[in-house]
């Protein structure tokens, strides 16, 4: 039986390890065997009770024993991350799940764009199903600014980890319901994010022509699709990422992420 991965990717605090919390409470009563991994070596409280734990080969706390400030022990323990998942993945195979959901360190600036992210996403998951998970904070969706921002930095971490993403606003619940109703289901809709640019005049200068050219890029690539609405507290939302999740899984490749195709397709 081949575990497919489920990774959970997003800013400090967007809700990752509670969204592993939620979703794998979620998927099991629906039947799924699955293993929740922690890939984060500063984590102290988890709100869910790990079947694999990174903390048992490195911590952050470590470093900072042998003299490293907080910054440079976490840094040293993301890469040190490295050394350990040929053990992880023995770990992960051990316990027969359907799915892993695996937890990403808090900062994902120490995740996703240091070297070793990708070789480590490719050593942990080998030739099995994947699919990234990104988290959108609610908190970031709000002016067309901010918006343009949360899509730019999406499409960095699929960049740099190469794998089928899906990219979801966490914590959907504080949304105001305007925002969650109208303006997240649109998107994906061609022209739509520079309609909200266009609203926006208090953007000005080089500022507002870097956002338009980062608006056009996500869009013309076809980076945006559907961007899901998901709450740790709302199961109809979780229903509706484990349905992407497993409609992602099932075409592999083949997936077209996004529902936008690029122009020349
Ligand atoms: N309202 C709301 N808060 C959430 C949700 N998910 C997470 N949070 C809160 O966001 C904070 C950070 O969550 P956490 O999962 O630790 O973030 P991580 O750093 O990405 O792992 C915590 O205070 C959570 O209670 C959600 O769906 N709704
Ligand atoms: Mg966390």
Known sequence: MDTKFVL????????????????????????????????????????????????????????????LGPNGALIAAVDSLIEYVDDLRDEIDSYKADYAIIDTPGQLELFAYRYGAPLIVKALVGESPVVNVFLIDAVFVDTAANI??????????????????????????????????????????????????????????????????????????????????????EDETLAALYAKIQQVLAAGDDYRIYDVAPPDE
């Open 8 to 67: 959970v990717t997003g800013t400090a605090g967007a809700g990752k390890s509670v969204l592993t919390a939620a979703l794998s409470r979620f998927m099991e009563e629906r039947g799924a065997v699955v293993a929740r991994v922690n890939l984060d070596p500063a984590a102290e409280k988890l709100p869910y009770d790990p079947s694999v734990d990174v903390r048992k080969y490195v911590t952050a706390a470590s470093f900072m024993e042998e003299g």
């Open 148 to 233: 343009v921002s949360a899509l730019a930095l999406a499409s960095s971490v699929a960049v740099r980890l190469g794998v089928p993403q899906v990219n979801v606003v966490s914590k959907a619940d504080i949304l105001l319901p305007e925002v969650r109703e109208e303006l997240v289901p649109r998107l994906g809709e061609p022209g739509f994010i520079r309609s909200l640019l266009e609203r926006d005049q208090t953007v000005k200068g080089w500022r507002r022509a870097l956002m338009e050219a980062l608006a056009d890029a996500v869009e013309t690539a076809g980076f945006i699709g559907e961007v899901l609405p998901v709450s740790a507290h």
